[in-house]
């Protein structure tokens, strides 16, 4: 009798913490998605405003503006799905039936995995951009071009989503 009424103080204290610490993370992290996606969507705009109107003499821009813009919309679409779920699920214990499952189980899962690894593949292609753009050698730098990296962008996602 005493093990099962310490296992239940702890369930509860586990769905309270899992309410209190994931609405937390669920807010902090919708604020700094939000404030990323503005910031590098004027970053964006400010680099292609300058290559437009040719007051850059360099007309090498930087596009991992857009990559890191790419990823923060991956992060926010994990953080409002995946983790609602998960505090739905495990704080005030939604219960799923076999007709909820797949909305619920498998979707999220595959919404989680997937958007997990764009941003992450958008973070490693920023930093590929940048080590092109500061490269010594001509040839390497040569090979970050704008039309090129948005091309690359979409046919990650598009092969990504194929395949998963």
């Known amino acids: 009798m005493n093990s099962t009424h310490k296992e239940d103080q702890f369930d509860m204290i586990g769905h309270k913490l899992m309410i209190i610490i994931g609405t937390t993370m669920c807010i902090l992290g919708l604020i700094g ?3 990323n996606i503005c910031v590098f969507t004027l970053w964006s705009c400010s680099r292609r405003q300058a290559s437009i109107s040719k007051t850059n003499h360099n007309n090498r821009t930087n596009n991992s503006s857009l990559y890191l813009l790419v990823s ?3 992060n926010l679409i994990v953080i409002i799905y995946p983790l609602l779920t998960r505090i739905m699920f495990d704080g005030y214990n939604y219960l799923i039936t076999p007709k909820n499952s ?10 989680l995995h997937t958007f997990d ?3 992450l ?8 951009d940048r080590y092109l ?6 040839y390497l730098r040569g090979l970050s071009i704008s039309n090129k990296r ?3 962008i979409v046919l990650f996602i598009k092969k990504l989503s194929v395949k998963l």
């Open 33 to 35: 998605n939000i404030l």
């Open 72 to 74: 923060s919309f991956a």
């Open 102 to 111: 797949i909305i619920l189980c498998k979707l999220r899962y595959y919404v």
């Open 117 to 119: 690894l764009i941003s």
């Open 121 to 128: 593949i958008c973070i490693c292609m920023a930093i590929l």
């Open 133 to 138: 753009i500061s490269s010594r050698k001509v």
């Open 150 to 152: 948005t091309n690359l």
